[in-house]
């Protein structure tokens, strides 16, 4: 009996997040909604710091830290870097008081304090619902979500026309997500 009860626990605790590309993709943008409604910037994307000079500088620590934690494969995070290069070299010599004025972070190569990265999107949203999971030729996994809000009065949702498109590839036996665009279709 004992045994028994072992192997059921065992199967159990074998079935993760991670072995799921839907319920990765899930936990991904369950935790992208939740920090982007506390509005703790530093938590859904790079942020600004002033250096010991008072000198602008990019902190990408606690993002990339996040990223990995929520699945994100590693080529998806060297390529994620790689977008903030120019941004980062063209506000080496901004001092970090100018950005509280109203500061240009088009023309600097920073736009993107401007939208949602994973929503493109300057709205907030509540939700992403699975519409379709499709195994592709070179074994990665696609899921398609639609993204929607809830209405807190009625309990009703209301769909968006964006969906995510996820590419999710496996590492070590875990699915992680290496690559997300969106589309209206």
């Known amino acids: 009996m004992k045994r028994s009860v ?11 997040c991670c072995d799921n590309p839907e319920k990765v993709v899930l936990g991904f943008y369950d935790w992208y909604f939740s ?9 859904y994307r790079p942020g600004f710091m002033a250096d010991t000079n008072g000198m602008v500088v990019i902190d990408m620590e606690k993002y990339i830290k996040n990223l990995r934690k929520y699945n994100c494969s590693e080529n998806m995070i060297k390529r ?14 901004v001092r970090y008081e100018n950005l509280l004025d109203d500061f240009d972070y088009d023309g600097v190569g920073c736009s993107y304090v401007y939208y949602y990265r ?17 195994t592709l030729s070179n074994g990665k996994q696609m899921v ?29 036996k875990n699915w992680k997500i290496d690559d997300i ?5």
């Open 6 to 16: 072992f192997v059921i626990f065992m199967a159990l605790s074998s079935i993760a």
């Open 35 to 43: 920090v982007i409604g506390k509005q703790d910037e530093k938590e």
């Open 80 to 93: 994620e870097l790689s977008t903030y290069k120019e941004c980062i070299k063209n506000v080496k010599g």
């Open 118 to 134: 994973w929503i493109h999107s300057q709205e907030i949203m509540d939700g992403v619902k699975i519409v379709e999971v499709k």
């Open 144 to 172: 398609k979500g639609r993204f929607y809000n809830i209405d807190e009065e009625t309990k009703e949702y209301s769909f968006w026309d964006w969906y995510c498109l996820v590419i999710l590839v496996q590492e070590n």
């Open 181 to 185: 665009s969106i589309s209206d279709k």
